[in-house]
């Protein structure tokens, strides 16, 4: 079946500007993760979904951030008034049980 | 912030020869996995390697984990070019599903 999708692939926006990322998880899978990847940070964890709701969203770095799941399928991170330190790959991911988690291609997102 | 380290940062093999990248962590862990990631994007799952486990194999792949120094290691043996890659560690804690991983180590395999 289909993998993890994310959309845009890339995203050029200018300081300030509100931006929307978008993640397709596996069908079925009731878990879902955002994670983002920057150079100076390497690989981190931003929130978690069970289903809809968010037990854990300890990774997200200010209140900038924001992620909702709806109908335990597609989920979107919202990041508002964005700054060049937002820069970066974000990554989603998704899985069954706990354990092995599929990734999507990521979204590459520069900030000018 | 990461949960450990990943040595070396860097190797560069012929093809043909085996790849050794080792992985520490600092908290308990559920399990422990390695990814493959190719040219900055999505992340490839190799294999996991349960707490209670101490070795594990998957085709080329050889993975030990010691949980009483808190390190994991990865072998890929008979190295080819296609494994040219970041590989990173990855844990899941006992507090959570969330994955924290290490900083990767790049591969590159020569042909």
């Known amino acids: 079946g289909a993998g993890v999708s994310q959309s845009p692939s890339n995203k050029v926006t200018e300081k300030g500007k509100d931006v929307e990322l978008r993640c397709d998880p596996i069908?079925?899978?009731?878990?879902l993760y955002w994670y983002r990847q920057s150079l100076g940070q390497g690989l981190e964890f931003l929130i978690y979904f069970q289903g809809n709701s968010a037990p854990d969203k300890s990774g997200l770095p200010s209140d900038r951030f924001s992620a909702e799941r709806t109908g335990g399928s597609v989920s979107t991170l919202t990041i508002q008034r964005t700054q060049q330190e937002d820069s970066a790959v974000y990554l989603c991911?998704?899985?069954?049980?706990?354990?092995?988690?599929?990734f999507g291609p990521g979204t590459r997102l520069t900030v000018l | 912030s990461q949960q450990g380290e990943e040595d070396p940062q860097a190797l560069s093999i012929q093809e043909g020869e085996n790849a050794t990248m080792n992985c520490s962590y600092k908290t308990s862990i559920n399990n422990l996995q390695w990814y493959r990631q190719n040219s900055g994007r999505g992340l490839v799952h190799l294999i996991l390697?349960?707490?209670?486990?101490r070795e594990k194999h998957s085709g080329r792949l050889r993975v030990t984990l010691d949980t009483s120094k808190k390190s994991s290691s990865l072998l890929i043996t008979a190295s080819r070019a296609a494994d040219t890659a970041s590989y990173f560690c990855?844990?899941?804690?006992?507090?959570?599903?969330?994955?924290?991983f290490g900083g990767g180590t790049r591969v590159l395999v020569k042909p």
């Open positions: 990855a844990t899941d804690g006992a507090a959570g599903n969330k994955l924290t």
């Open positions: 069908s079925g899978h009731t878990a």
């Open positions: 991911a998704s899985s069954l049980t706990r354990g092995e988690q599929f």
């Open positions: 390697i349960r707490s209670n486990e």
